[in-house]
């Protein structure tokens, strides 16, 4: 999963990096509230952390304009701004929750898993479902009718970002995004590739969906008929 960190504290920006990666999360990063927004704006990630005061654009203002450009991403606001009036005020302006400094990694990973407990999009925190196969993220694992397997970390960004779509068509560009992150370098030809791997993989586990591909569009993950 892929979060975006706005964080003007060089060292706590590099604390929660840490932390958060160790925890098995892709993080991007940024340090002012202009970044913050424009990166929001992507609509490319499960969850952001976001400062309430940020230079340039303060983080409630940022949190107002993704509200507004109807981006829903769970934003947690993370603030030494701590009175209850604060607290309401920017959950009554869209935050999703709201965590005061100081606090402990192991508290900010629980209100992540909180807010990302959506029913639509995860079975349990463990594992997500869809046709025939079943996904186990901590594990990089896929089941399926013939078996299971196990996926590189970008196979396995690939793979959720499809399962959380839906029958939604994704563009090549959105995937690309969402999969390698608004700074990469990538080529295009490297989405192809990662495709085919996919394909590969599906088929090792026997399940009946396929990576269908839409002309001019992008993927979708559909169930053969």
């Not at 999969?179 to 088929?203: A, M, Q, T």
Request: glycine share 8%; proline share 4%.
């Amino acid at each position: 999963m892929r979060i975006l960190l706005a964080e003007d504290d060089e060292k706590l920006n590099e604390t929660l990096v840490y932390g958060l990666t160790q925890a098995g999360f892709t993080v991007d990063t940024c340090m002012n509230g202009e970044d913050a927004l424009f990166y929001g704006e992507q609509n490319i990630y499960d969850v952001i952390l976001l400062d309430r005061m940020l230079p340039y654009m303060d983080g409630t203002d940022v949190l107002t304009s993704l509200r507004k450009n109807n981006i829903v991403t769970p934003v947690i606001l993370i603030t030494a701004l701590g009175t209850l009036s604060d607290k309401v005020e920017g959950l009554d302006l869209g935050a999703d929750d709201y965590l005061v400094k100081p606090f402990a990694i192991e508290e900010l990973l629980a209100r992540i898993r909180c807010v990302l407990r959506r029913p639509h999009r995860i079975v349990s925190e463990e594992t997500f479902s869809r046709s025939d196969i079943i996904w186990f993220p901590s594990e990089y694992r896929l089941c399926g009718p013939s078996g299971n397997c196990t996926l590189s970390k970008r196979e396995a960004a690939l793979l959720e970002t499809l399962l959380k779509s839906g029958n939604t068509t994704l563009s090549r560009s959105h995937l690309l995004l969402k999969v390698w992150g608004p700074d990469s370098d990538v080529e295009e030809g490297n989405l192809d590739n990662y495709i085919h791997f996919l394909r590969r993989r599906l088929k090792t586990v026997g399940s009946c969906l396929t990576l269908k591909t839409v002309r001019g569009v992008g993927y979708s993950l559909t169930e053969s008929p």
